[in-house]
């Protein structure tokens, strides 16, 4: 059955593609630097994290403005997956009401753009690096194992948050909560060594944690990640993508009627 579901919403692929470039477009459609701004919107915070935590409060990690452009570009991928995934039933309403595909399409194409501009940023990081004679390294190769589990998690969560908001509409505002707690609660600008002790363990069952843990072993400490780490984490982002696929397609019935 679910190899079945997979292959309906596979056939669909380039429907998926069209909608995602459609989102592309019309978000970067009067801007005159264009898809630029996905990297410009974390470049910025950089640079004010870096002055607060350099100048204000000082936190000692080495060469911290790229320590942090490895937490806020996979943090960037993830709230504004969530967010605009969330909506994204309701809002294209009229255009599900006149033409049938799988319902999932239209999540699935929010996040598939928001992972093509975190694509870009990523490459545009790695040349940054490279420009402050940070080379990449052999174990760069682990770089695409880590991009994919992500992207896996995070249409999970995408998926969840999307059933959830188109039966309750309340759910839009306690996601964009949820988002800021989950911001403060990962170690995106500050390392996670700062943590006490006895709260730390909480900090490792986020798994945010540890996707940017792995970009940073891998872009900027230049070793090897977890193995076994990472493989339990790309088991955790299926079992997400599991769960969230499960949940929409169990209540997408009824759909078109509430919206």
Known sequence: MMIAYLQQIYSYRYLIKTLAAKELKIKYKSAV???LWSILNPLLLMLIFSFIFTYVIRVDVEKFPVFLLCGLL???FLSLSVTMATVSIVDNASLLKKTYFPLEVIPISVVGANFFNFLISLILFIIFLVCFGIYP???ALYLSAVVVSQFIFVLGVSLVA????TMFRDIKYAVELGLVIWFYATPIF???TLVPERFRALFYFNPLTLFIMFYRDILLY???PDLILLTACALLSLTFLFFGGYIFSKF???FIDII
């Open 190 to 192: 500050y390392p996670v």
């Open 252 to 254: 997408k019935k009824t």
């Open 222 to 224: 230049k070793r090897t």
């Open 33 to 35: 630097l264009g898809w």
């Open 74 to 76: 996979p943090w960037f």
């Open 137 to 139: 390294t052999m174990n």
């Open 162 to 165: 999307c059933t959830l908001h």
